[in-house]
């Protein structure tokens, strides 16, 4: 007796043609893993066609003191924000003195409007 194996979900089957697996595979429940690569996959296409202004918007936060402020305290009432993740030379490009000028003014006058 001959049988094929699913390259998708490793479950045997007799006599099945090849055309039959892939309608198997594209039958199953996607697994939580299987759902989070396909969703990262999906955002980092998304990340190729976004516009400087939807990135500003929507994406990153940038500005003064007081508009970095702003943008947080607006993510934390909406989304009940509470903490951030900072990601301040992405590539290596600023200079360092300058990345530590950020820093420090974050520290300094962002960070002592939140509890």
């Not at 099945?16 to 396909?38: D, G, L, M």
């Not at 508009?67 to 009432?77: K, S």
């Not at 509470?82 to 003014?105: A, F, W, Y």
Request: hydrophobic share 35%; glycine share 8%.
């Amino acid at each position: 007796m001959q049988g094929t194996v699913c390259r998708n979900c490793g479950d045997f089957s007799v006599a099945i043609p090849a055309n039959t697996a892939t309608q198997h595979r594209r039958k199953r429940a996607p697994t939580p893993a299987r759902a989070a690569v396909e969703d990262r996959a999906a955002r980092g296409g998304r990340l190729q066609t976004i516009t400087y202004d939807e990135a500003l918007r929507d994406k990153i936060i940038v500005g003064s003191p007081e508009r970095v402020t702003d943008r947080l305290m607006g993510l934390q009432e909406t989304l009940g924000l509470d903490g951030i993740l900072c990601e301040m030379n992405r590539g290596t490009k600023i200079p360092h003195e300058r990345v530590m000028k950020s820093l420090q003014l974050l520290c300094e006058k962002v960070k002592p409007n939140f509890h």
